[in-house]
């Protein structure tokens, strides 16, 4: 099974380092700064980093790349749409890749980016997501270059994964994510509870991911736009009735924004 640890980077980015302790060789996950993935290898010698997965070309995600490529001679992965530095397997939707002797399909996700992709590793014990910036621990991505409909969509792919999958987004936002939760759904005990949690261990200076989709399910209002409630609040902060899942999601992403 990988052994994955997150490398913190810049204020609130995770580089996700997918290790294979036999083989001491590792895989780094949207490296936006170069740095903490070589401070890590400087403290680990005899361990070798053969691969490098983007999920979309933002810089915070793609800026150390050329550094750990041109020292490493890492193969770069990442989405066929997007303009990535040093990549060398441009990747679409349905694709799938192997590293560290596991399989990644690749999902394409688009919203947050145009041309952004997800990794999605089908372990049968415990499956992993790898969703940079699209689908968040109680949240979701902001709209830069993609559709409210596209990113609807997109977690729509996402949240028919299985229930057991394992979260590995790329931002320390779950507790602003969880403030907005609860004035979405200020009745729902799940996220009461989870927001009490997160609390805890940000005081204690500890992460929070990764998630879980069953959690995600309870408790990410993105995730659950066709429930009563949420569209009933959605509809009241938007001053209209909204019809559709996909029509609550956009208010929903809208009243996030200037949240």
């Given at each position: ?111 947050h980016t ?43 792919r996402l ?30 005990p799940e ?69």
């Amino acid at each position: 099974m990988l052994k994955i640890d997150a490398l913190p980077a810049f204020t609130d980015n995770y580089i996700w380092l997918l290790q294979d302790p036999e083989q001491r060789t590792c895989v780094a996950v949207d490296p936006g700064d170069a740095g903490p993935v070589q401070a890590w290898l400087d403290a680990h010698h005899d361990w070798r980093l053969t691969d490098i997965l983007i999920t979309h070309h933002h810089h915070d995600h793609v800026g150390g790349v050329l550094q750990l490529k041109e020292r490493h001679g890492a193969n770069v992965h990442g989405p066929a749409a997007e303009t990535i530095p040093g990549r060398d397997n441009a990747l679409t939707d349905g694709q799938s890749i192997e590293v560290l002797g596991h399989r990644f399909e690749v999902i394409e996700v688009p919203g947050h980016t145009s041309g952004h992709i997800a990794y999605y590793h089908d372990d049968p014990e415990e499956p992993l997501l790898l969703s940079g910036d699209t689908l968040f621990a109680a949240g979701c991505g902001r709209l830069f270059e993609g559709t409210a409909a596209q990113m609807f969509s997109s977690l729509q792919r996402l949240a028919a994964l299985p229930a057991n999958t394992r979260i590995y987004c790329t931002h320390e936002y779950t507790l602003s994510n969880l403030r907005f939760a609860q004035a979405v759904e200020p009745d729902n005990p799940e996220i009461g509870e989870r927001l009490e949690q997160v609390i805890r261990l940000r005081d204690a200076k500890r992460i929070t991911l990764p998630s879980e989709l069953r959690i995600e399910h309870g408790t990410n209002p993105f995730l659950r736009s066709a429930e009563g409630a949420v569209a009933a609040a959605a509809s009241r902060h938007a001053g209209r009735q909204l019809d559709t899942p996909e029509n609550v999601f956009a208010a929903l992403r809208a009243w996030k924004d200037s949240f």
